[in-house]
């Protein structure tokens, strides 16, 4: 299966930001961020795929604000390589694509998040998907 994605040349697009300020948390309250990871890949044609990863922070309990951001890549692959695959998501969360993804998406949350009541939220640069 290493030879899935032919062409490690591509550029990440930005596909969606939702950013909603919610009200402030109770004083003397904890606030915890929770944040996780959704991966889709969706077929474009016999030879290209779009790998999209979007990372979710929200605050338990809500409170504060809440962020969602997705970008996405289209991977050049081989084609039977890729028709072999059990599960195409699950090759694609450990491959480099997604490590590309994640370190763009780590650093838009972080500027975007600079001006918030917390001041910018540094996640990890790693995927945290759920269990």
Request: one cysteine or more.
């Amino acid at each position: 299966m290493a030879n899935v994605i032919r062409n490690m040349n591509f550029k990440p697009i930005l596909e969606k930001i939702t950013y909603q300020r919610l009200s402030e948390p109770e004083q003397n309250s904890n606030v915890n961020v929770q944040v996780w990871d959704e991966m889709e890949v969706k077929r474009l044609r016999s030879d290209a795929v779009k790998v999209e990863l979007q990372r979710n922070i929200k605050p338990d309990p809500s409170c504060l604000f809440t962020v969602e951001a997705r970008i996405g890549v289209e991977v050049i692959v081989n084609t039977s390589e890729f028709d072999a695959l059990d599960d195409a998501v699950e090759f694609f969360k450990t491959s480099p694509v997604t490590r590309v993804l994640v370190n763009n998406l780590v650093t838009i949350l972080a500027n975007l998040t600079t001006h918030s009541q917390l001041g910018p939220i540094i996640t990890a640069p790693m995927c945290q998907f759920p269990k």
